[in-house]
């Protein structure tokens, strides 16, 4: 299985950042990417920037990360962990969303 996590940029130089999360810091390859500002997310995936990401969804990513190690653990109340979830009825994408011709 293939997973990115979430790292904060936290000092950017020539095309290289050390980045930092889920207890990591790692020195990342941005060319993917670009130059990025400190504090900017991204999704690292073997020492490469794949994509920026927003807070938000950072945010996500890192509750659905919690979710998989709870799993894993057999902890079985995982709702906790997807909170923008919880109560609200399944959406599919724009992109599988059937259109209506007329």
Excluded at 13 to 22: H, I, L, N, P, S
Excluded at 75 to 96: I, M
Aim: glycine content about 8%; aromatic content about 6%; some cysteine.
């Amino acid at each position: 299985m293939c997973i990115g996590t979430p790292m904060r940029v936290v000092d950017m130089q020539d095309g290289f950042a050390w980045c930092e999360g889920r207890g990591e810091r790692l020195h990342l390859d941005m060319r993917l990417v670009g130059t990025l500002p400190q504090d900017a997310w991204v999704l690292a995936f073997h020492g490469t920037a794949r994509r920026a990401m927003t807070p938000q969804e950072a945010q996500q990513t890192n509750a659905a990360l919690d979710a998989l190690e709870a799993a894993l653990l057999g902890k079985p109340d995982l709702g906790a962990y997807f909170a923008d979830l919880v109560g609200e009825p399944p959406q599919l994408p724009d992109h599988l969303k059937k259109s209506e011709t007329r």
